[in-house]
């Protein structure tokens, strides 16, 4: 099977190679075309524009950083609708709202072309080893024919049905994510300031109803003050800003969704928005801890 991918940032890199290594010819292009070259030393082609991906291959993938990479790529010069026509599929896995999506159906589908949003639940690690969650939605038929390329990226695909409700989804996932990890922040800094140990925290909440493996993976490396991005900082906070939309547009109250995007914010204002989005724990340590009153 052959696949065109457009982006290839921290996940993008990660999808196709796992592509590649699964017997996939792949045909790559990035913004910065250096970035291929490490696909190509793993058998991947190359491509100079998204159209020409999009001239050589019956099915092109895409993963990029927030909603305006994606608009450019299908709209801008030499891109996506320069070479989408009848028989070609496009699959848009970045995290967009609803409305990007919706705006790029409508124009791959006026030009004959098949289009599916399929943005991702994981980071990193799990698209490294093919373990993230597909949420898709958008044209039945072309899920069902990249099935096979979704087996080898993620451990689980959903079809959610019309166009618009898989960004959705995502953004849902995302916004408890990022509400969690500040929860987190905030617990692991008042345990160290009550005079207790951290890494118990981790240990007895690691046996508790709230166990999960993102307090589990990230808990020693915040306590260790080391924010290697798996996601970056910024695009989590671009998710929260997209999800309290969504939450404008539903009329539904979302306050604490709305404290963490604050601190997020913050974050980035430290200049941390390239991190990981761990990295909000250091806004949490950054405040002055009170003088005790003796």
Request: aromatic share 6%.
């Amino acid at each position: 099977m052959e696949v065109g991918f457009l982006g290839l940032g921290i996940m993008g890199k990660a999808m196709s190679m796992n592509l590649l290594r699964h017997g996939f010819k792949v045909t790559v292009w990035n913004r910065t075309l250096s970035k291929c070259d490490e696909l190509v030393e793993h058998g991947a082609s190359v491509a100079e524009t998204p159209a020409a991906v999009v001239k050589k291959c019956k099915y092109t993938i895409a993963m990029l950083s927030d909603p305006s990479a994606a608009f450019s790529v299908v709209f801008g010069k030499d891109g996506i609708l320069e070479q989408i026509c009848a028989g070609k599929g496009y699959v848009d896995m970045s995290t967009v709202d609803a409305d990007t999506s919706t705006k790029i159906n409508e124009a791959i589908t006026a030009k004959g072309g098949y289009f599916l949003e399929a943005p991702v639940s994981g980071s990193k690690k799990p698209a490294e080893d093919g373990q993230l969650v597909i949420l898709a939605a958008g044209e039945k038929a072309l899920y069902e024919e990249v099935i096979p390329a979704f087996n080898v990226m993620g451990k689980k695909s959903f079809y959610l049905g019309q166009v618009g409700n898989g960004a959705k989804m995502k953004l849902v996932v995302n916004m408890i994510m990022g509400s969690m990890i500040n929860a987190f922040s905030e617990g692991l800094v008042l345990a160290g300031r009550s005079g207790l140990d951290p890494s118990v925290l981790l240990d007895v909440l690691d046996l508790g109803g709230i166990a999960n493996p993102m307090f589990r993976l990230k808990g020693p490396t915040m306590i260790q003050g080391s924010h290697s991005p798996a996601f970056p900082l910024k695009h989590q906070q671009k998710d929260m800003r997209l999800a309290l939309a969504l939450g404008d547009e539903t009329a539904t109250s979302m306050p604490v969704a709305a404290a963490a995007n604050e601190a997020f914010k913050k974050a980035r204002s430290m200049g941390l928005g390239d991190l990981d989005f761990s990295a909000v724990y250091e806004t949490v340590k950054a405040l002055e801890q009170p003088s005790q009153k003796t």
